[in-house]
């Protein structure tokens, strides 16, 4: 297990990371790889759309471009704090929680889509946090998980083992699927001078019979 999957090194490596968050993000998650990632979903304006891992609200800005509201849950008060700054703390459009991906705050079947972009590689039970994420979908709802691709370099693995969780396709599909999900799909995408960096995976709840 890597040093920062852990949720207290997390949040303490967010207290000092959110003060320049933003400014280095976009070397990182860039807005073209967001859009990219928003195109696999299918939206429409009244979905209830929950952004797991928040963080200072980038995500959520693309989803509002989507859908009317969003639920924006992070567990660093600090990250929260940099995104009430952007959206304000209790009204419309964005209704903010701070807690944790293994034990949401929600009731079962209440989202149609679950979406979290940049937290997985943190959490030390991804299977727990994706079982979680499967009982607040409603049936048939889906999910959206931006991760980090494992690198191909034995050196660079070493590495990315010794600080959080770095994954492939075959390990995302074991995840998702013993998390009980259905259509697993996984898409590549990255900036420019590193396209694979990121792995992004879009699943089903099981619908109803």
Known sequence: MGVLENKARARLFYKYLSKIYDEINPFVWTEGMRTE???LLDLDSEMTVLDVGCGTGFATEGLLQHVDEVYALDQSEHQLERAYGKFGKRAPPVHFHRGDAERLPFATDTFD???SSGSIEYWPNP???????????KPGGQVLVVGPNYPDNPVTQ??????MLFYDEYEADRMFKTAG???VKHAFMGPSYDPDVAITTTARAP???
Request: a neutral charge.
């Open 158 to 163: 070493r590495l990315a083992d010794a600080i």
């Open 207 to 209: 619908r109803k019979e």
């Open 127 to 137: 299977i727990l946090a994706l079982r979680e994420f499967r009982r607040v979908l």
């Open 181 to 183: 999900f259905e259509d």
């Open 37 to 39: 990632a928003l195109e």
């Open 113 to 115: 889509v679950v979406w």
